[in-house]
Antibody
Framework: QVQLQESGPGLVKPSQTLSLTCTVS??????????WSWIRQSAGMGLEWIGR???????NYNPSVKSRVTMSLDTSKNQFSLKLNSMTAADTAVYYC???????????WGQGTLVTVSS | QSVLTQTPSASGTPGQRVTISCSGS????????VYWYQHLPGTAPKLLIY???QRPSGVPDRFSGSKSGTSASLAISGLRSEDEADYYC????????????FGTGTKVTVL
């Protein structure tokens, strides 16, 4: 059973860069059967897809954050990461990492980590 | 910035059938598959339905999905107390670029 765990700072100052890591256990991020995503949810708001990365390194990003976001893989640690720069209060949210099967039959999410943007 | 619209809430008594709707457009639901997630606050969201009406392994057949045109529905039959949660629809949207869009969410309450 795959498990995903988000980690990173709970508090980020405005204009700084957020760096989050998702540690995957019970499955390899190098597998071509999956892609790896980041999703966030602001307080009282719905879910927003940030983007995804394949094991090949290919990425797709939401146009709403495309100019500020970078996703990457660290196969040696079985982790993937999110970097979001120029953070503002509007980026305050619970951030989730997830694994999706490329054939759609499965999706596993982490429990999420709260990131607050405040000085 | 949810692109898919859901009714904010739905409720039923144990054993009843509850239906949740999700409305989109030709660039998302109208041309791509629909997915449904169950989310209990503080936990990891769970995939309930993929490709409009398919259930992942382990999801009870009380949950069923359907799609027609630019709308989709999730039905929960034999409602149980543990079904009280937030439910989100989702679909790929290819209007400008490939983006995975979610619904506004529906809170299901078991009375």
């Amino acid at each position: 059973q795959v498990q995903l765990q988000e980690s990173g700072p709970g508090l980020v100052k405005p204009s700084q860069t957020l760096s989050l890591t998702c540690t995957v256990s019970g499955g390899s991020i190098s597998s071509g059967n999956y892609y790896w995503s980041w999703i966030r949810q602001s307080a009282g708001m719905g879910l927003e897809w940030i983007g995804r990365i394949y094991s090949s390194g290919s990425t797709n990003y939401n146009p709403s954050v495309k100019s500020r976001v970078t996703m990457s893989l660290d196969t040696s640690k079985n982790q993937f990461s999110l970097k979001l720069n120029s953070m503002t209060a509007a980026d305050t949210a619970v951030y989730y990492c997830a694994r999706h099967c490329t054939n759609d039959v499965c999706a596993s999410w982490g429990q999420g980590t709260l990131v607050t943007v405040s000085s | 910035q949810s692109v898919l619209t859901q009714t904010p809430s739905a409720s039923g008594t144990p054993g009843q059938r509850v239906t949740i709707s999700c409305s989109g457009s030709s660039s998302n639901i109208g041309s791509n598959y629909v997915y449904w997630y169950q989310h209990l606050p503080g936990t990891a969201p769970k995939l309930l339905i993929y490709r409009n009406n398919q259930r992942p392994s382990g999801v009870p057949d009380r949950f069923s999905g359907s799609k027609s045109g630019t709308s989709a529905s999730l039905a929960i039959s034999g409602l149980r107390s543990e079904d009280e949660a937030d439910y989100y629809c989702a679909a790929w949207d290819n209007s400008l670029s490939v983006v995975y869009v979610f619904g506004t969410g529906t809170k299901v309450t078991v009375l």
